[in-house]
């Protein structure tokens, strides 16, 4: 008995967003990466295209992350005082597809990195890896609202994708994206109007933007609340592949942020010897939260432990496999 | 809704002048207008501007396709002039109209399945339309069985109830909306509905409002289309709003112009 | 599930006999579709059409239970695609597999021992499946006995031979576990077996088309308590199935899919299973069967099943009372948020990112958010103010001051009234808690 395979026509596609741009493109990137463009749900071959594969980005410092588990740190070894030895040992041994740069130290209670000084470490990881970057600020706003332009000018044609636009604040990374080549993380609080209103209100700034926008619709970690992120995700997507062209954007998740804040990732098992090992507990925390947001259709995914990486990386390899009838 | 553009008619001055001239001007301005504007097909109608329908539908089609990348609904009761409409569609197109007759819906169905085209079918038969819902949903299942027969997903048919002027038949609202209702209990999927909204204030004083208020009405009883003036900027807010209320598209401040801009 | 009325003109003799009192077959199908009618007045409908019409307005996926008194665990019965749309109704049976060859005893000992809580919830492993690993029926009915002495836990027994599954179940019969699998070689004496024990049994197929041959089968043979395997073992093959199943039971109303599914890791590797094992969760498995039982492991599998089954409609909440972040002491801050849960993660978030150690009061507003439980007056000066008796904060810092949440500063003065604290309005959102803590309290 042949069974009738069931196949969703959907109306649209999910947008194609290339992040990094080669010497000819007019920066220095060795390979750009693609993101997005599939014409149906997570996975689903057997609908509709999944051109571009989910990409996973490693989160490199330009200070010392002290707050981080040792178990974290220790699987760097002794790179995490140097972001740019760093970011070289995640694409040469983690295999990361992006660096996701975070300064931290621009921060006004860390460092209070200047412009110049975040500049200096931007040109080292660029010159030490050949994959495109993701750039974050300190998350302060005033701060990385001053920040944000002499970046993306000190990196003009590299199309790095800066971080990040909110609705009470996208017009300075939006500016710094347009005048510079750059592309947008335009950000919303799990809230799926805010994430739509806020791709119009860019591109109304500019048209040919809405090509260069990645959505982060904030993303809750595992026991956190995941299932509003996920849920939202799902229906954004559904929603564009239906015609919704304003919320058909890829998606970024800040997976490493929210995970290894949270005490499922640094309790020792002798304070709760319910929970298990420490170490491989807080990896999983971080690899489950990603694979379910891969679910929902993540499209890039910004990652902290290597071996959660490599998890993660095998799992988007199994998903990428044809499973057409 | 899915607003399927009215303007491309020969019914207008400038269409008919354009058509005995063949000149694609006011017809490719219509098409990109009301593409632009959100519409979802456009509605080609040779009206009474030639006798040569066959030839007039061809030329239409072609012109307007050049102008527009949306799909055509092809509006005659010619099927000669509907035929020759969608052997030059580059995508599936719509058939407007046919009505729950016998030797018709064969001719139509059959040109549907051939041309992959959608259907829109006319709750009507040889005695007229008919007042009630009943009545109307039994005309409404006939079509839906005759599309079945014929292999085409009930998905691809759209009917319509046929909307009275409201100052002729005030009585045939009710019916209408629960005609609209019921039809989605006739299969699974059900077929869509669709109407001329324009019939409703034929012959009234202030024909934008009744068109939109109509229009929502209707939508809140599961309408999925209405031919209409694709150009009515207040219909269309209308229209952008009922479709955030019903759930069927993501709110956001700018809704109106998200909906407007659709096809951009 | 109404049926829509071509379904049910499809089932109508079309004579238009009229006998019905409607002019037409279509119009009595309307009228049924409608709920107006009773099929009953159709005189000349076949028992056929009968049982197609009823089957039809059953649910689409059959709710089917493996075990017996409290240990009963449903399964089936899901209405969704998404679950935004409407909640999954039952979470997936997580199980771990142990073979005949292992030291049962020992591994038994271990996955009984499997008991999590987090955040006031208790998980603990639903059944285990026993593997017949050994080939050996004498060696699978002692493991049997072993598992029937040594665990309560709910068991699938995994063999497709089905002289081993014969004593094996002869064992646990009264368990009323789960029969894995009826294949296209052994599906009668299967059948039969479980039939005989009512047993739940699983339909294994090689692909979706034999596997639906193969439910046809067993079902003409009269048993319909099933549950199913496609038999692919590869991850988006398995993915690919279980979305198919899913959706042609309940988008199509597919019979012959309408049961519940189970799926199998394929990993060595535990990191690695767990994975698999989770994109089978996330996707529509209503059991998957996974290979670690180790808590580091499980923990995760289980906290990302309890949020994906959580009622979409319901706000999630989290305990109400006095949560203490770092090392809160006497002169700590106490920030007053509510219960509803993603206001109160926000919060905390926030609050650990100041490193200051303090104290989240929070209120119980059946999981509501700050300004919705303001508005339904669960979140007001009298609610704060028995909170903070009733969790003992008066004895536990001694500058009695509060943070409220800047939405609703204008409750500061009743509250100042209610409780005899001081009373500062904080940020009006979690994001600003940070400058306000460096500038109140660093
Ligand atoms: S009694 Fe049965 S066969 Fe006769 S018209 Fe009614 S439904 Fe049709």
Redesign the interface.
């Known amino acids: 008995?042949?069974?009738?395979?069931?196949k969703e026509k959907y109306r649209s596609q999910v947008r194609e967003v290339v992040l990094g741009a080669t010497k000819d493109e007019g920066g220095t990137r060795s390979t750009t990466i693609k993101v997005g463009g599939e014409s149906t749900l997570p996975?689903?071959?057997?609908e509709g295209a999944v051109p571009n594969r989910p990409v996973v980005a490693m989160e490199v410092w330009d200070v010392f992350p002290e707050e981080w588990p040792q178990n974290l740190k220790d699987a760097f070894g002794d790179v995490l005082n140097d972001p740019a030895a760093w970011a070289k040992k995640c694409v040469d041994e983690f295999g990361a597809d992006l660096i996701a740069l975070r300064f931290k130290g621009a921060d006004p209670?860390v460092n209070d990195a200047s412009a110049e000084d975040c500049i200096a470490v931007l040109k080292n990881v660029l010159e030490a890896v050949g994959v495109p970057l993701i750039v974050y600020g300190c998350g302060k706003l005033e701060k990385d609202n001053a920040i944000i332009g002499p970046i993306g000018e000190a990196a003009e044609g590299e199309n790095l994708l800066l971080g990040v636009a909110e609705q009470e604040n996208y017009k300075s990374v939006a500016s710094a994206a347009m005048a510079y080549k750059h592309s947008v993380i335009a950000q919303s609080p799990?809230d799926i109007n805010i994430a739509k209103q806020l791709n119009i209100l860019i591109s109304e700034m500019s048209t040919p933007l809405l090509d260069r926008i990645v959505i982060d619709p904030t993303i809750?970690a595992?026991?956190?609340?995941?299932?509003?992120s996920?849920?939202i995700m799902?229906?954004a997507r559904?929603g564009a592949l239906n015609g919704d062209r304003m919320l058909g954007m890829p998606m970024i998740g800040n997976v490493g942020h929210e995970v290894w804040?949270k005490k499922?990732t640094f309790i020792p098992v002798d304070e709760e010897p319910?929970?298990?090992?420490?170490a491989?507990?807080s990896?999983?925390?971080e690899?489950?939260t990603a694979?379910?947001l891969l679910?929902a259709g993540m499209n890039i995914l910004v990652m902290r432990h290597p071996?959660a990486v490599k998890?993660?990386k095998?799992?988007i390899d199994?998903?990428?496999?044809?499973?057409s009838? | 809704m899915i607003i399927i553009g009215e303007r491309i008619n020969g019914m207008f001055r400038d269409i008919a002048k354009a058509i005995r001239e063949k000149d694609p001007t006011a017809v490719q301005e219509w098409a990109r207008k009301q593409e632009a504007m959100g519409s979802g097909y456009l509605d080609i109608n040779v009206g009474p501007a030639v006798s040569d329908r066959v030839s007039a539908m061809r030329w239409l089609c072609e012109v307007a396709q050049e102008a527009s990348k949306l799909p055509l609904c092809l509006d005659s009761t010619d099927y000669d002039a509907i035929e020759a409409g969608l052997e030059v569609c580059k995508q599936p197109a719509m058939i407007n109209s046919v009505p729950a007759v016998q030797e018709k819906m064969d001719r139509v169905f059959q040109m549907a399945s051939k041309y992959n085209a959608e259907v829109i079918g006319l709750a009507m038969n040889e005695e007229g339309i008919p007042k009630d819902a009943?009545s109307r949903?039994?005309l409404a299942?006939?079509l839906?069985?005759n599309c079945?027969a014929h292999g085409i997903p009930?998905s691809n048919l759209y009917i319509d109830p046929l909307v009275l002027p409201c100052n002729v038949g005030q009585d045939h609202g009710p019916e209408v909306m629960e005609t609209l209702r019921?039809i989605k209990?006739?299969?699974?999927p059900?077929p869509k509905t669709v109407v001329g909204l324009s019939n409703i204030s034929q012959g009234t004083k202030d024909r934008d409002l009744i068109n939109r208020i109509f229009a929502v009405m209707a939508m809140a009883n599961g309408l999925d289309a209405a031919i209409a003036d694709g150009c009515d900027e207040e219909l269309i807010a209308a229209v952008a709003t009922a479709r955030i209320i019903l759930n069927m598209d993501i709110y956001c401040d700018s809704y109106v112009d998200v909906f407007k801009n659709q096809n951009l | 599930m109404?049926?829509?009325?071509?379904?049910i003109?499809k089932q109508l003799p079309k004579t238009n006999c009229k006998e019905c009192g409607y002019?037409?077959c279509?119009?009595f199908?309307?009228a049924l579709?409608?709920g107006k009618a009773s099929l009953d007045a159709c005189p000349d409908v076949t028992e056929e059409a009968k049982e197609a019409l009823s089957s039809a307005s059953a649910p689409p996926i059959k709710m089917v239970k493996v075990g017996t008194g409290d240990r009963v665990i449903e399964m089936g019965d899901e209405t969704e695609i998404?679950?935004?749309d409407k909640r999954f109704n039952h979470p997936t049976a997580v199980t771990v597999e142990v073979k005949d060859t292992d030291d049962l005893e020992a591994r038994l000992a271990v996955i009984n021992d499997l008991?999590?809580?987090?955040?006031g919830q208790e998980y603990t492993v639903d059944m285990i499946a026993l593997v017949n690993a050994s080939g050996d029926a004498g060696k699978f009915k002692a493991a049997a006995e072993t598992v029937k002495e040594k665990t309560e836990k709910n068991v699938v027994l995994v063999s497709e031979d089905a002289g081993a599954m014969e004593v094996a179940l002869d064992v646990l019969a009264d368990r009323k576990p789960l029969v894995y699998a009826a294949n296209k070689d052994n599906f009668e004496k299967m059948t039969e077996l479980a039939k005989s024990k009512e047993c739940p049994l699983v339909v294994k197929g090689d692909d979706?088309?034999s596997?639906?041959?193969l439910v046809?089968k067993i079902v003409a043979l009269g048993y319909k308590e099933l549950v199913l395997d496609p038999g692919s073992r590869?991850?988006?093959?398995v993915?690919?199935d279980l979305?198919?199943i899913r959706?042609?039971a309940v988008?199509?109303?597919?019979r012959?899919?309408g049961y519940q599914t189970i799926a199998f890791t394929s990993k060595d590797d535990p990191?690695?299973d767990?994975?698999?094992a989770?994109?089978y969760l996330?996707?529509y498995a209503s059991i998957v069967v996974l290979k670690t039982d180790?808590?580091?492991?499980?923990?995760?599998?289980f906290?990302?099943r309890?949020?994906?089954f959580?009622d979409?409609q319901k706000p999630?909440q989290v305990q109400p009372g006095l949560h203490p972040i770092g090392d809160a002491d006497e002169n700590s801050p106490v920030y007053c948020t509510t219960n509803f849960?993603?206001s109160f993660?926000l919060v905390e978030?926030e609050v650990?990112?100041t490193r200051i150690p303090s104290y989240i009061l929070s209120v119980d507003t059946k999981g509501t958010s700050v300004l919705t439980a303001y508005a339904d007056n669960r979140y007001t000066a009298e609610s704060i103010a028995a909170a903070i008796k009733s969790t003992g904060l008066e004895d536990k810092v001694k500058n009695k001051n509060i943070v409220i949440p800047g939405l609703v500063a204008v409750l500061k003065g009743a509250l100042e009234d209610e409780s005899g604290w001081d009373v500062t309005v904080g940020p009006r959102e979690a994001s600003g808690i940070t400058k306000f803590a460096?500038e109140k309290f660093a």
């Open positions: 008995m042949a069974v009738e395979i069931m996975f689903l071959h057997f209670d799990i809750a595992l026991g956190y609340g995941i299932e509003y996920y849920s799902e229906r559904f804040s499922e319910g929970w298990g090992d420490q491989e507990r990896l999983a925390w690899s489950v694979m379910a679910q071996q998890l993660i095998q799992n199994e998903l990428m496999q044809d499973n009838y | 009943e949903v039994a299942m006939e839906v069985a079945d009930i019921q209990l006739l299969s699974d059900p | 109404g049926l829509s009325g071509l379904e003109f002019p037409t279509l119009a199908a309307m579709a409608n998404f679950r935004h008991i999590f809580e987090r955040v979706l088309n596997l639906a041959e046809d590869e991850t988006s093959k993915l690919a979305t198919q959706r042609l988008r199509k109303k597919f012959t899919f990191q690695e767990l994975m698999q989770g994109v996330s996707k180790k808590k580091e492991h499980l923990l995760p599998l906290s990302w309890a949020n994906l959580t979409p999630a849960s993603l993660y978030g650990s990112s460096k």
